[in-house]
């Protein structure tokens, strides 16, 4: 079986703060893909990151950066100096299990104040 | 090139109708998945087409759901008929296989 725990429902930031984003896993799969997706208040859900189960090492992409950890099964996304443009709903997906099917956690809304 | 595209955007139907979904895959991508939100809850999966084919249907919930993708192009979703609960946001997603699934801006499905 494949999960994902997002536990924060809705984090609110005052801008140029920094805001992390917990997502935690499970798998009994040794091969899988962790993604990151943007969903901004128009609607569509846009691709941020994927990872796979083999490569541990963090990235960066301009403000956005992600800690992968396989010890503790967790994906965690930051923005840093958030900006009111990075309101929106960020969700964690795994994909494991030999299969395409994605599946989501709950998602964490994020507010950014002006 | 042209992302996912989703028809209509919103639907407002009261139970009992029929509504048809769209879904216009990325071009040269061969799989398709359709994916349901309602309100409050996860993002789940409903199918995965390779082509024309049924992959995986494991999260159709139910016979009153009927998704087609004849010609391995567009896809059809159809609720007949359609339930209260069958209320949420659809979602269409293309990939080349194994790659990451683009998604389109999805369907709004209000049923009355």
């Known amino acids: 079986a494949q999960k994902v725990t997002q536990a924060q429902t809705e984090i609110s930031v005052v801008e140029k703060e920094d805001v992390t984003l917990d997502c935690v896993y499970e798998?009994?799969?040794?091969?899988?893909?962790l993604f990151w997706y943007k969903q901004p208040p128009s609607g569509e859900l846009v691709f941020l990151i994927r990872r796979n189960s083999f490569d541990e090492q963090n990235e960066i992409s301009g403000r956005y950066s992600w800690n992968f950890q396989k010890s503790t099964s967790s994906f965690n996304f930051t923005i840093t100096a958030s900006q009111v443009v990075d309101s929106a709903v960020y969700f964690c997906?795994?994909?494991?299990?030999?299969?395409?099917?994605?599946?989501f956690g709950k998602g964490n809304q994020v507010v950014v104040i002006p | 090139e042209a992302g996912v595209t989703q028809f209509p955007s919103h639907s407002v139907i009261e139970k009992g109708q029929t509504v048809t979904l769209r879904c216009d895959p990325i071009?040269?991508?061969?799989?398709l998945y359709w994916y349901r939100r309602v309100m409050g809850k996860e993002i789940k999966f409903l199918l995965h087409?390779?082509?024309?084919?049924?992959?995986?249907e494991s999260g159709m919930p139910n016979n009153r759901f009927l998704a087609e993708r004849t010609g391995g192009t567009y896809s059809t979703l159809k609720v007949q008929p359609a339930e209260l609960e069958d209320s949420g946001v659809y979602f269409c997603?293309?990939?080349?296989?194994?790659?990451?699934?683009?998604f389109g801006p999805g369907t709004r499905l209000l049923v009355l």
């Open positions: 087409f390779v082509k024309e084919s049924k992959q995986d």
């Open positions: 071009s040269g991508h061969d799989n």
């Open positions: 997906a795994l994909r494991s299990g030999g299969n395409n099917r994605l599946a």
């Open positions: 997603a293309s990939s080349r296989w194994g790659e990451t699934q683009y």
């Open positions: 798998t009994r799969d040794t091969t899988y893909y």
